[in-house]
């Protein structure tokens, strides 16, 4: 079940396409409607799949053909805006990277596929939640270029060795995988969180910026990077492979030894 086309949402009774060698999984989806209910409910669909659909498939074949309420975001479907980050089987992930295939039941068992909203994060309805707080923690530690003085007449020269020192940290799309997957942002919410030290740490050792005892002195805070208790959930979550608890000791070596 490879949808390409966006059909008409929600209409049941659509035929809707089935193809040769698909399988039926089960996609049991954590559904809150504040409208309808303060409680959350757990639903199961059964969706035809193939091995290399996506997870996203098999929510686009729920909301198109079974049921239009079911709410979640997404728009690029290639890993690449970071909108579709939610717990699937437990585990954050951006619903269009993960293959139905990664996740089948061993020896021919019925799959069932479990689909939760990140946590740590308000849920406003079915898999979106309110990412407010995260992009709050992302714009306190000033993701941008800091410079003081006259505008430069020419362009800022950096050299391969100076880039190389924050290339990592350029590949983040800001999905919040990591910092919904960290225990003391789940246990304190006003802790910055993995992806806001990420995004510091991009400007901080960029060679040009001059807005790094700035963002060292945001982040030296209470709710700063010495909440980080190097438990790697973070790293293990990131879909872009970056090495964000190494990013995080970075910026506290940075802070300790004021060499940036
Ligand atoms: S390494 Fe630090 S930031 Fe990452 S999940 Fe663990 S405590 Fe959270
Ligand atoms: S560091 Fe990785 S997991 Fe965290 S927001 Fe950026 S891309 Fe997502
Ligand atoms: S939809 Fe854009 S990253 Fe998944």
New binding site residues.
Partial sequence: MTATAEPQAGIRGDQPPVPEGAITVTVKIHRFNPENSEDATWESFDVPALPTDRVLNLLHYVKWYIDGTLAFRRSCAHGVC?SD?MRINGV?RLSCKVLVRDLLAKRNKHTTITVEPIKGLKVLKDLIVDMEPFFEAYRAVKPYLVTYGNEPTKERIQSQADRARFDD?T?????????T?CPVYWAEGSYFG??AI??AHRFIFDSRDEGAEERLDILNDVEGVWRCRTTFN?TD??????Q?TK?IQEVKRALLFKRF
């Fill in positions: 970071g980050a954050n940290t590949k983040c799309i800001l999905c919040a995988c990591c910092t997957s993995p992806a990420v995004n973070c979550a990131c879909p872009r492979g970056i964000v990013a």
